[in-house]
């Protein structure tokens, strides 16, 4: 059952410049609610190079949505930005990625006295304790899925397949030490039921600690046989230290596309595969149907009784905005956002939502006004609030 719901939407940025989040997984607000994050560009609709630098930033929700800056990038994408995020259990440190002489790094800002480090590893998710964090090699995600990657630095090891020195990192955020815990190598070198991988090319990505932070999430992809345009993948588990392994779920070369997710709680994870779908992170490599619907980018409002999910632009023109109520099965549709035929592909801008302070909004990065990419707040305190005096009643 699909209802329709206006809402009332509030724009926080504005042109002439453009403005963004990016992905739905990260700490977008201070632990007040405050101060909300987002990134600054001045071009649209092409790839950026190793010259073109952003500015991280925070909007500041009790001041007009006044524009903080914080600092600049030149390690960023378009899907993702620079990983800029809070860091989780610190009261105002941000993070994000950045380019110094010949590697990738890492800053930490306390946006309250202004204290400012810098660590040599570029991070991609972190713990919910704010200790430690992981990341892929995004030289080589930049060279086979641009969009996610970094451009500066042309992967080293482009003529490898599966090379043992490249994978995912554990960095220490206090000292800023890192190393390998996952190799490519000793992944591409699991079983795989459907092909032998020896002649393929792998890549990690979308990496995600769980709540506890007991243990992180990854896809292992890699493109068919050459020539062939399909992209294929396996979601795994392990714990911080990379090891006890765990196989998810896995594409089958024929109907299984597996691709967003987040945990739900410390053992389930949210994976949409054809549809939503549950699993649980037990090496059962078997899940339940959540919800059948397209693909999009979905989280959990706290309490975990209802879901946000976007979609990929219907008919070509719009992207959808749904709220699920998990009990009943009910459906709210927030809102279709007019998407012109120009962001398209690697700069695309979906809206990944992502969930607000105490889950009473949601923000959006948007074209739909034609303005250009920005960030707009959408009030659903009233959804929640009538759908829990029915429940009362």
Not at 4 to 21: C, D, M, N, Q, Y
Not at 87 to 111: K, M, Q, T, Y
Not at 210 to 222: A, E, K, T, Y
């Amino acid at each position: 059952m699909t209802t329709e719901a206006s809402v009332p939407i509030r724009k926080l940025t504005h042109g002439p410049k453009f403005h963004w989040f990016g992905y739905y997984d990260k700490l977008q607000f201070d632990p007040t609610g405050r101060y909300a994050l987002g990134m600054e560009v001045d071009f649209e609709h092409r790839s950026p190079t190793a010259s073109d630098t952003i500015k991280a930033g925070m909007i500041d929700l009790d001041d007009g949505n006044r524009w903080i800056e914080l600092g600049s990038s030149s390690a960023w994408c378009w899907q993702q930005g620079c990983m800029l995020q809070w860091r989780p259990g610190s009261a105002g440190e941000v993070l994000w990625n950045d380019r110094e002489g010949d590697h990738f790094v890492c800053h930490i800002l306390d946006v309250r006295s202004g204290s400012k480090r810098t660590i040599p590893h570029p991070v991609y998710t972190v713990s919910p304790d704010g200790r430690t964090a992981v990341a892929p090699d995004f030289s080589r995600i930049n060279d086979m899925r641009p969009g996610y990657g970094y451009a500066g630095f042309p992967d080293p090891n482009a003529d490898k397949l599966a090379p043992d020195d490249s994978g995912i990192w554990r960095v220490d955020l206090e000292t800023g030490q890192s190393e390998l815990i996952v190799s490519l190598a000793r992944i591409a070198a699991i079983p795989y039921p459907y092909k032998d991988l020896s002649d393929t090319r792998q890549y990690f990505n979308q990496l995600l600690f769980n709540p506890d932070g007991s243990r992180f999430v990854f896809l292992n992809r890699w493109w068919g046989e050459r020539g062939n345009s399909s992209r294929h993948s396996r979601m795994f588990t392990a714990n911080p230290d990379g090891s006890d392994l765990r196989l998810v779920a896995q594409d089958n070369l024929k109907d299984v596309d597996i691709s967003h997710f987040i945990w739900r709680d410390p053992q389930h994870l949210n994976v949409w595969v054809k549809s939503f779908m549950l699993y649980r992170d037990d090496g059962s490599g078997t899940g339940e149907v959540i919800l059948e619907s397209d693909d999009g980018h979905q989280s959990y409002l706290p309490g975990d009784e209802w879901m946000v999910y976007d979609a990929y632009p219907r008919e070509r023109t719009y992207r959808p905005l749904y709220l699920y109520h998990i009990e009943s099965g009910k459906v709210v549709e927030l809102g279709r956002f007019d998407s012109p035929a120009e962001y398209d592909g690697e700069w695309r801008c979906d809206l990944h939502p992502r969930v607000g302070p105490g889950g009473r909004s949601l923000v959006i990065d948007s074209v739909h006004e034609g303005d250009g990419r920005q960030l707009y707040m959408l009030d659903i305190s009233q959804i929640i609030a009538r759908k829990n005096a029915e429940n009362e009643s």
